[in-house]
Nanobody, 122 residues
Framework: QVRLVESGGGLVQPGGSLTLSCVVS????????MGWYRQNPGKQRELVAA???????EYADSVKGRFTISRDNAKSTVYLQMNSLKAEDTAVYYC????????????????WGQGTQVTVSS
């Protein structure tokens, strides 16, 4: 059974940076396409960034130019580098191990981590 563990969240001032990590175990990481999501209370979970197993990436419009997703198959880890953080980036961030479909990322309903809190505040 695949297990995902996120880390790297915390409190940061507006304009600051954080890097989130998600380590995958229990399965072969390189076959997965990976996504980072975020969610605030009472709101739907939204896709922030994704990277396919082949390395193709996609981003939500709200984070383009500020966030970068990457993966290290040797470490079974996907990263989310977040720069120029804004108050509206505050959320719990989750990673998902999904599939590649039609050249893009397709999420799994089952393969989620426990989340890591990111708070952007002065």
């Amino acid at each position: 059974q695949v297990r995902l563990v996120e880390s790297g969240g915390g409190l940061v001032q507006p304009g600051g940076s954080l890097t989130l990590s998600c380590v995958v175990s229990g399965s072969i990481f390189s076959v997965y396409s990976m996504g980072w999501y975020r969610q605030n209370p009472g709101k739907q979970r939204e896709l922030v960034a994704a990277i396919t197993r082949r390395g193709s990436t996609e981003y939500a419009d709200s984070v383009k130019g500020r966030f970068t997703i990457s993966r290290d198959n040797a470490k079974s880890t996907v990263y989310l580098q977040m720069n120029s953080l804004k108050a509206e980036d505050t959320a719990v961030y989750y990673c998902n191990a999904g599939q590649e479909y039609n050249g893009g990322y397709y999420p799994s309903n089952d393969n989620w981590g426990q989340g890591t809190q990111v708070t952007v505040s002065s």
